[in-house]
């Protein structure tokens, strides 16, 4: 049988009527501890920190969405990045993107260095950067593709064929694509890591974090660790995973045509002195995002983020105060359209002399564009852009 459609799969996967109600909408299932028959003897489900029915819902719903066998959710991305470092032991050694979600250098640099993990970050845009990175105790390559918020990309497929050659995993941070703008696990990744708080819950309502991967070895391992380690996810936060998934790929694909649109303007402006979208020609690596992140059409897409740099913090500041429908705050992929400064938000945690070196200065302003009306949002831009 021919398989199903991503929008069909996100709508049915984990979503059956209730079998006791006949009810279109499954229940939550709150509860903390289930009646078993007799000693060991039960329905699937003893204990929630180990396993909740409305939490296998949504894990089955978004493996099926990145095509995988199996889904681990856990109380926040950085839980669920945490859990995956978690299968290394003592001395293994992990080559990171240097340009990374600051709260991942910090739990590399500041938490698990302390527990004998060692960490290199590196541009892995760069292949033989990253080639010369390897040693003889390093076990994964850890990247974002596109980067926070400097949107660098690297080559999934490439880097994939670099971890076979030398025995080495591949985790790919896929928060900023979505399952529906790039699936890394068909490029070769051994393991997909979502902040589900961004594109997957796309409402910014609740936190969660997500492992996907089709091995079942390094599967039963996070399992293991999520029931040991207790950052669950709690049943009402996964029933309203699986409301948002219904409508991930409605909501991937505005966004990221009305960030197209943004992209374009502000290219044309005076005022924006570097604009940053790999949607754009003029990206570094336009080639390489309309080669691997498509939707499921197989059209390309470039995602709903747009970076800019202004012309002097001044004027920075100025346009931060004048911009209405962009709301400053950290986080991303919700439907209202957000604005923050990397240097002093989500970066905050990464030394100064690092973030130099990646080039992210503090007049760098990042779109988190939304899914309102891509016309309202644009006489919004131009206006605050006014000198």
Known sequence: ??????????????????????????????????????????????????????????????ASLEGARFGVSFASGMAAITALFQTLNNGDHVIIGRNVYGGTYRMAVEVLTNHGFEFD???????????????????????????????????IQAISD?????????????????????????????????????FIGGHSDLVAGVLITNNSSLAEQLYFIQKSGGAI???????????STKTLGLRVQKHSDNAMEIAKMLQDSSNAKVVVYPGLDNHSQHALASKQQKNPKGESIYGSMVSFECNSLQSRDKFLSKIKLFTLAESLGGVESLICVPYDMTHASVPQDLKNSMGLSQELLRLSVGIEDSEDLIVDIAQALEE
């Open 121 to 155: 970050f590196v541009d892995t845009r760069s292949i033989q950067k990253i080639k010369s990175a390897i040693k003889t105790n390093t076990k994964w390559i850890f990247a974002e593709t596109p980067t926070n918020p400097l949107l660098e990309l690297c080559d």
């Open 162 to 198: 670099l971890c076979l050659d030398n025995n080495i995993k591949l985790a790919i941070d896929n928060t900023f694509m979505s399952p529906y703008g790039q699936n890394p696990l068909k490029l070769g990744a051994d393991v997909v890591m979502h902040s589900a708080t961004k």
């Open 233 to 243: 996810l709690s049943p009402f936060d996964c029933w309203m995973l699986l409301r």
């Open 1 to 62: 049988m021919k398989k199903k459609g991503f929008q069909t799969r996100a709508i049915h996967i984990g979503n059956d009527p209730d079998i006791s109600t006949g009810a279109v909408t499954p229940p939550i299932h709150f509860s903390s501890t289930f009646k078993q028959d007799s000693v060991g003897v039960h329905q699937g489900f003893d204990y929630s920190r180990a396993g909740n029915p409305t939490r296998k819902r949504f894990e089955n719903n978004i």
